[in-house]
């Protein structure tokens, strides 16, 4: 049969002319990080062995989207650093309808590089964006879990900022065995989130998820559930009295963790009891692959979930 009835391809360019150079870490970029939650109340993590959950994030403030763009790497010695991560989050919130004017946000303050950086890209981003949304944040103090009392390193920062601030203690249900397994730690922790956001007012909860987040999930649920789903940048919560919301949705971990080094964030300590042995592996297993190939894994994972819905005609689609 041979070749017959095959179109040959010609070279796109002169076997003598070199390759072009690509930027290093360069490639498809973004992903959406949030399993399906509609219907299912407050969300929370599992470890794919207990029960057959879908799994979300780990109890920290994020998401990202895939649309087929090459997100370039970033180099925190570039001057456009900042202004590369803030269209991003401005593509997010665009796309997706995140915020609109007359909102008021709590932004879930954890303490590390992610959320930090999200409230900092949050605050700029309305001095820009011409919407006019109010922000409170909103720190779950868990000392009565055995976590370290970060109140004296977040307060100074947070005043520096001139952003209102509340800080709320982690209230456990009676019995609760201690340590916190990750889910448990991740649904307490939401409960006291969503019931201060609640009583400040806020019809918005926004959260610090990232590209990696919607990667490690989508595996996780395909794993240890059987369901490929990832996370959803907008999400309705108590009949919609609630919106999550994840602006980083195209923003790698990264990223974040430069821009946070680069601006001297307050910087919180790794979490003592972190026992989700499942989810740590996979992330090793994703970070093991090369800049370029992550991105294009992302990127795959979200389009496999059924991401990369926006906003048309007023709609979530």
Not at 22 to 34: A, L, M
Not at 41 to 58: A, I, N, W, Y
Not at 202 to 208: T, V
Request: with cysteine.
């Amino acid at each position: 049969m041979g070749f017959a009835g095959r179109r040959l391809r010609r070279p796109a360019k002169p076997l003598s002319t070199p390759p072009r150079p690509r930027p290093k870490g360069s490639g498809r970029g973004g992903i959406s990080p949030f399993p399906s939650l509609r219907g299912r109340g407050e969300e929370g993590r599992g470890d794919g062995v207990r029960s057959p959950r879908l799994f979300s994030d780990q109890g920290h403030a994020g998401v990202a989207s895939y649309t087929g763009s090459v997100i370039p790497t970033l180099r925190m010695s570039d001057s456009r650093a900042r202004p590369y991560l803030l269209r991003q989050v401005a593509r997010a919130c665009k796309e997706f309808g995140l915020l609109a004017d007359g909102d008021r946000v709590a932004v879930a303050l954890s303490g590390g590089k992610d959320s930090t950086s999200l409230l900092d890209l949050l605050l700029r981003y309305r001095e820009r964006a011409g919407v006019s949304y109010e922000l409170v944040t909103v720190h779950v103090v868990g000392t009565a879990a055995g976590f370290p009392d970060l109140r004296d390193t977040l307060a100074p920062w947070l005043e520096g900022l001139g952003v209102d601030y509340r800080f709320v203690p982690l209230e456990l249900p009676p019995g609760e065995p201690l340590p916190l397994d990750c889910f448990r730690c991740s649904w307490n922790r939401r409960k006291a989130l969503f019931l201060a956001a609640d009583a400040l007012g806020c019809n918005k909860l926004a959260f610090g998820h990232h590209a990696d987040d919607a990667a490690v999930t989508a595996l996780m649920n395909l794993l240890f559930t059987g369901r490929l789903e990832t996370l959803e940048p907008k999400v309705d919560f108590f009949g919609g009295r609630i919106t999550v919301i994840r602006p980083l949705v195209y923003i790698p971990a990264k990223d974040l963790a430069a821009y946070a080094r680069a601006q001297n964030f307050p910087v919180a300590p790794p979490c003592p009891n972190r026992s989700d042995e499942h989810r740590q592996r996979v992330e090793e297993f994703l970070r093991g692959f090369g800049g370029r190939q992550q991105a294009m894994i992302r990127a795959n994972l979200w389009r496999a979930a059924g991401g990369g819905k926006t906003i048309k005609d007023g709609k979530y689609r």
